[in-house]
């Protein structure tokens, strides 16, 4: 019984010591909360659940820079490239902020960003994990709940998984053109060469 009073006792200190330190601590835990409900949709395919955490409004720019307005198209995204009948089989995305959501004044609206991990599965099993950055808007809207209002991925074309395999394609394929002209060159040769000496 002590130990539970002490452990009691110990977290209700820590989380003072931590709403004493971030005046808007509430704030930033709704903001996690929504962050890892995001993350679980999109690993568990239950892709509407992240419907509540996301604005009626939101405006989205995914990795493949496509552009979603709305959570009825955020859903239907995911569902047209992922799982069931998808293109590709499967996403875990892992997104780590840099630092707390920058707030407004009014304390309305804040703005977070930080890096992801998105590891795709395709079709074939093949997988590639690609890093990427993100930056979203937060809004607190009528209901007193904050929701994604904007949110952009991006990632480094010069320098990922996708990049890098179609670059070895191209060397590889190149090579075989290299091969495949020297032995059509010596039969060639071989050929002229033979036909000299009938």
């Known amino acids: 019984?002590?130990?539970?009073?002490?452990?009691?006792?110990?977290?209700?200190?820590?989380?003072?010591g931590a709403a004493a330190?971030?005046?808007?601590?509430?704030?930033?835990?709704?903001?996690?909360e929504s962050l890892k409900i995001i993350e679980s949709a999109i690993i568990s395919g239950d892709y509407d659940a992240m419907q509540p955490v996301l604005s009626e409004q939101i405006r989205a720019t995914p990795v493949n820079q496509e552009f979603l307005s709305g959570r009825a198209a955020v859903s239907a995204y995911f569902k047209k490239w992922f799982g069931a009948g998808g293109y590709l089989k499967k996403l875990?995305?892992?997104?780590?902020?840099?630092?707390?959501?920058?707030?407004?004044?009014d304390k309305n609206w804040g703005v977070v960003y930080g890096n992801g991990v998105e590891n795709y599965v395709l079709r074939d099993g093949r997988p590639y994990?690609?890093?990427?950055?993100?930056?979203a808007v937060m809004a607190k809207e009528g209901d007193g709940r904050w929701r994604v209002r904007a949110l952009h991925i991006g990632t480094n074309f010069l320098d990922n998984p996708i990049l890098t395999e179609a670059e070895h394609s191209v060397v590889k394929a190149a090579s075989a053109g290299l091969v495949g002209g020297l032995v059509v060159g010596g039969?060639?040769?071989w050929w002229v060469r033979r036909k000299k000496k009938v």
């Open 1 to 16: 019984m002590f130990k539970k009073l002490l452990a009691a006792w110990l977290f209700a200190c820590v989380a003072l």
């Open 187 to 189: 039969l060639l040769l």
């Open 21 to 32: 330190q971030d005046p808007d601590h509430e704030i930033h835990e709704e903001l996690r």
């Open 92 to 105: 875990d995305m892992k997104l780590t902020p840099d630092a707390l959501t920058e707030l407004s004044a």
């Open 129 to 135: 994990e690609i890093r990427t950055r993100w930056t």
